[in-house]
C-alpha cells in the first residue's frame, strides 16, 4: 500500500475509533465511506473488517454483560449471521451503491424521527420474536452496504437498556456480523492475506481512538449519550449518502 494511502486508512480508523469510544457503535459505517473514497468500496469494506472487529471487542470487554447480553439475545445474533450470509449473495449482482443511498435516507429520517420522540418504547411482548426479525434484516443490510446499523440500533434503543448493557448488546451484533462478513469476503476473493495483514495495522489506531472516546463516553448524562447515538446514526446516513455519490 501506497505511504499516502495508509496514513489515510490509520486516519480513518482513529477517527471511526475515536467516535465509537464516545458512542459503542459506527466504527465500520464511519470509515468505510472515507477509505472507499481513496481505494474504492472493494478495497474499502476487506481493509475495514480488521480493526472493526478489534473495536467491538474491546469495547465489549469494557462494557461487561456479556454473557448475560448472549443469553438475552442469541436469537437475533445467529439471524443476522445468516442474513449477512444473504446480503453478501445480493452484493454480486445488486448495486450497493444504490441501497447504500436508500440506506442512507432511512438513517437520516429514523435519526430526525427519534429526536422528535425521545420515549419511543417496544413493549416487553415484542422483544422476542422481534429480536430474529431484526437481526436478520441487519445481517441483509450488512452484507449489502457495510452497514450493521438498521434495524438493531432502534430495536435495542427501543428497549431503554442501560448504556453499557446497550453497548455490550449492540457489539455482540457487530461481532457476529463481522466474522461472517470476512469469511464472505474471503469467499468471493475480496478478502486476501495481503488485506488482512495491511488491516492490522489498523489495531493501533482503533486502540488509541477507543480508549480516548470511551474516557468520554463515561462522563456522558443518559440523555446526552442518547442524542449523541442518534446524530451518530444520522452522520452515518450522511455519509452513505455521499459514498454513493
Not at 48 to 60: E, K, M, R
Request: charged residues 10%; contains cysteine; aromatic residues 8%.
Amino acid at each position: 500500500m501506497d505511504p499516502t494511502l495508509l496514513a489515510i486508512a490509520c486516519g480513518a480508523f482513529f477517527f471511526a475509533a475515536f467516535s465509537k469510544g464516545i458512542t459503542g457503535m459506527g466504527f465500520a459505517t464511519t470509515c468505510l465511506p472515507i477509505i472507499a473514497l481513496a481505494m474504492g468500496l472493494e478495497v474499502a469494506l476487506p481493509l475495514v473488517l480488521v480493526p472493526s472487529v478489534a473495536s467491538n471487542i474491546i469495547v465489549q470487554v469494557e462494557a461487561g454483560h456479556f454473557r448475560e447480553s448472549i443469553r438475552r439475545f442469541w436469537p437475533m445474533l445467529i439471524a443476522g449471521m445468516l442474513g449477512v450470509v444473504i446480503g453478501l449473495v445480493l452484493l454480486t449482482w445488486m448495486e450497493a451503491r444504490a441501497a447504500g443511498a436508500a440506506l442512507g435516507v432511512v438513517l437520516i429520517v429514523y435519526g430526525l424521527f427519534a429526536l422528535k420522540t425521545p420515549n419511543l418504547t417496544l413493549p416487553p411482548r415484542y422483544e422476542k420474536p422481534l429480536g430474529p426479525v431484526t437481526g436478520f434484516a441487519t445481517g441483509i443490510i450488512n452484507g449489502l452496504t457495510g452497514s450493521q446499523l438498521m434495524p438493531v440500533l432502534p430495536y435495542l434503543m427501543a428497549l431503554h437498556l442501560d448504556r453499557e448493557r446497550f453497548v455490550q448488546a449492540i457489539n455482540c451484533s457487530f461481532t457476529a456480523s463481522s466474522i461472517v462478513m470476512a469469511v464472505g469476503l474471503s469467499k468471493i476473493g475480496l478478502m486476501t492475506t495481503e488485506t488482512a495483514l495491511v488491516s492490522a495495522i489498523g489495531i493501533a489506531p482503533v486502540w488509541i481512538g477507543l480508549k480516548l472516546g470511551g474516557n468520554i463516553r463515561r462522563r456522558l448524562t443518559p440523555e446526552i449519550f442518547r442524542k449523541l447515538v442518534i446524530y451518530m446514526l444520522m452522520a452515518s446516513g450522511v455519509l452513505l449518502l455521499i459514498r454513493a455519490v
